[in-house]
């Protein structure tokens, strides 16, 4: 139990790097590094109590400075994507980077994902956990607002990984910060996640047009390849001649959450059957994306040699839904001054019989 310090390299611009071990009684590993505050390695027992480091990440910095995948970071500003790379704000009109065609994808060129994090604290108890800050100055990436933004990863005797977010600014913003690991529960590299059985708690879903932009429709997944209700293998339906799976080439699109607003609830369960991992996701976001990994490609040289595939991880990303800057009927991501964001998200591990 505990957490270990090593140095994981400099960034291009010279800037020391480290990486933390948290670890628990129960026999689960977490590794962290405050480059992009990312998720680097995550080793859960499986029916046999055998570890298996069950998400996509790279062995060295230069790789995750490289990564265009957002492997295991936290996204931000805004998560996901907004409509032309604008919003409007009190009247006034924000441009913002267009890095995913006309869109804003993922906080733009040089988001969340691709800064280094202060390390603001390390403790190390029952439930070791590292807080890190950063300070987006007002401006960045076309965002208003100097936002100081917290994130803390916490490993619990619950075989949990919980991760609180808090912001506060000194000007109108928005925020919309999620974590982006690529999940596979048979281990990191071993081939694609079609087999895993999902179940997302969520009775609608917003559409979306050619730009992966929602449409502004809550529809309902019944009747829809969208419904995954109950437990469904991801590859069960992602073929099907469906135009929103033909858009997203898969499944790339926010569900709408059974939850009161604001109330940390289950959003998805997923099991694997060959390691008999489950993954629990809980959130008081009001929405998930799940993204099956339809933009991998062939022939990512992952950790320890392995070779990521096309659909080798699978995201569950906890969020406000995207566009929402844009879309008034959807729930506000504006922040104050004088007020305090706050998430919480976490992955609860657990073996099916």
């Keep these: ?11 291009i611009d010279g ?20 480059y992009g505050a990312a ?13 298996g480091d069950v998400v996509l990440g790279y062995d060295s910095l230069t790789s995750y400075e490289r990564d265009t995948a957002y492997f295991g970071c936290i996204v931000g500003r805004y998560a996901n994507r907004i409509a032309g790379g604008e919003f409007m704000l009190r009247g006034k009109r924000y441009h913002l980077a267009k890095n995913d065609g006309d869109n804003h994808l993922h906080g733009g060129t040089r988001g969340f994902n691709k800064v280094s994090w202060q390390v603001e604290d390390l403790i190390d108890d029952i439930a070791p956990s590292a807080i890190l800050t950063y300070l987006s100055p007002d ?8 936002l100081r933004v917290t ?8 075989n949990e990984l919980r991760i609180d977010y808090a912001a506060e600014t000194d000007e ?38 050619d730009r992966l932009i929602p449409t502004g429709e809550l529809r309902r997944v019944k009747g829809t390849p969208m419904d995954f209700r109950q437990p469904t293998d991801i590859g069960a339906r992602i073929e099907q001649h469906d135009e929103q799976l033909i858009m997203g080439k898969g499944y790339d ?17 997923v099991m694997e059957s060959q390691s008999g991992r489950t993954m629990e996701v809980y959130t008081t976001e ?23 595939g096309h659909r080798g991880g699978f995201c569950l990303e906890t969020q406000h839904f995207p566009d929402s800057p844009n879309r008034p009927d959807f729930p506000s991501t504006v922040l104050e001054p004088g007020t305090k964001y706050q998430s919480t998200t976490i992955y609860r591990f657990s073996i099916s019989s």
């Design 15 to 34: 800037k020391a790097v480290e990486l933390f071990t948290l670890t628990n009684a129960k026999g689960m590993a977490v590794k962290l590094t405050n």
């Design 1 to 11: 139990m505990g957490i270990k310090k090593h140095r994981f390299g400099k960034t």
């Design 139 to 146: 401006g960045e990436e076309g965002y208003p607002g100097n």
């Design 172 to 209: 109108p913003t928005i925020i919309n910060p999620t974590h982006h690991s690529y999940f596979n529960l048979a281990g990191a590299g071993s081939g694609d996640i079609l087999g895993h059985a999902l179940t997302i708690f969520g009775d609608k879903f917003t559409p979306v047009d």
């Design 151 to 158: 994130v803390t990863y916490r490993l619990t005797e619950k």
């Design 39 to 51: 998720l680097v390695s995550l080793k859960v027992p499986d029916r046999h109590n055998v570890p």
């Design 253 to 269: 699109h926010n569900w709408v959450l059974n939850k009161e607003e604001g109330a940390l609830a289950l959003a998805a369960r």
């Design 286 to 308: 009001p929405g998930v994306q799940f993204y099956s990994g339809n933009f991998l490609d062939d022939g990512i040289a992952g950790k320890d040699g392995q070779i990521y």
